[in-house]
């Protein structure tokens, strides 16, 4: 943007003021004038704009499900969600359309590259105790915490939707053994089922429902969480690199500034008072966040999407032949992120004679939802100190205390 306050004579107009900002002022300008850059904070500490501490997951898994969205809308126009016409418009796609296959690989690499850096971001949190609050006031981490556990089941059901769009052998397969797990629930299971596939057997009402999910809602409610989600990022202060920064250095003197005031006698000149404030606040801990932090983000955001794009040059998307409910593989596979969840179903399949414990329900819906379950609540149930938050591996850590015993703060903040 450019600015517009009045210059002084004789100096030259600036542009772009806001990418280039000339003082601390012009930056807090920036990002108060600015519709995109409101998101920012004025001042970031340098800590937390660290390459190894986030490793920028978050920036990486947002510039993914840009790319997504970006590859996604041709597609869009080119494929026909018909049980009759889907193989052969994805066909086209891939050997008609110019540049079609390596738009097709580009979305295929996004989607497997998105699950990834999600799990990885969230173990990134999990290890350095991101999800809890240190000293700023109405910080709510947790919930933060809980926001992004659903962002990643989001993530899951977008790239498990659009797993059955080409509608191959794979595809349909793939999706078959996922939604048999989910009619192994008590009593709801079957009626879980056919809701999701619309009707008995996967077939036009699946694939329509699927592609409404995959194009429409799952990428509207991703969106939204994930606008939550960053102003949440915002409330409660920014990283957790920053508190424990906050927490752990001693308030240090600043040094007086020449001053004058004005009195009934005239100008009063001298020096402020001297006052003390922690190293965060100081200027060599802190960076602009225009155009330092901005600059780190697009960065990150072109690195993801030129990698991507070499990617899709040497990993083509598969193609096997169309669907057909008639012929099952050998073995039938769910996708590669659910083949955990597929094996741990056999292993809990287990055979006593005539009577057969169903390793659907226990391997694929008790234990995957004790795991979320806990996953969601642990915040809640980690009781180390604030101190260990923003760390990678703090010893306190290493062994989790879930009692509701207290242990002093002083006796932790030395085990660090």
Known sequence: MTDQRPEAPGVRPRRFWSVRPRSDRDAGDAIASNFLLHALPAKVSKASMAWTYSFWLGTITAALFLLLVLSGLPLLFLYVPSVERAYQSVKDIEYVVSYGKWLRAV?????????????????????????????GRNQHREWNWVIGTVLLLLTLFLSFTGYLLPWDQLAFWAVTVGTNIASAIPWVGPSV????????EIEQATLIRFYVLHIVVLPGAVAALFGYHMWRVRKDGGLARADREALLETPQAVAPTPTKTY?????ARGTAPTVTA????????????????????????????AVISILAVFIASPLEEPANPLITPNPAKAPWYFLWL????????????????NGAFIGGVILPG??????????WLDRSPREAAGVWFPPVRR??????????????LRRI
């Open 107 to 135: 979305h295929r690499v996004a989607a497997h590259g998105m699950v990834i850096t999600v799990v990885l971001h969230l173990a990134r949190v999990f290890f350095t105790g991101a999800y809890k609050n240190g000293v």
């Open 193 to 200: 089922r056919e809701l999701l596939i619309g009707g008995r």
């Open 263 to 267: 009195t009934l006698l005239g100008v």
């Open 278 to 305: 922690t190293s965060l606040t100081a200027a060599d801990t802190t960076v602009n966040a225009v155009p330092d932090l901005a600059r780190r983000a697009l960065i990150a955001t072109l690195g993801t999407i």
């Open 342 to 357: 597929q094996e741990i179903v056999t292993d809990t399949t287990i055979h006593l004679g005539s009577f057969t414990i």
């Open 370 to 379: 004790l795991l979320v379950g806990v996953l969601t609540a642990w915040p």
């Open 399 to 412: 062994t989790q205390h879930l009692s509701l015993i207290h242990i002093s703060e002083p006796t932790r």
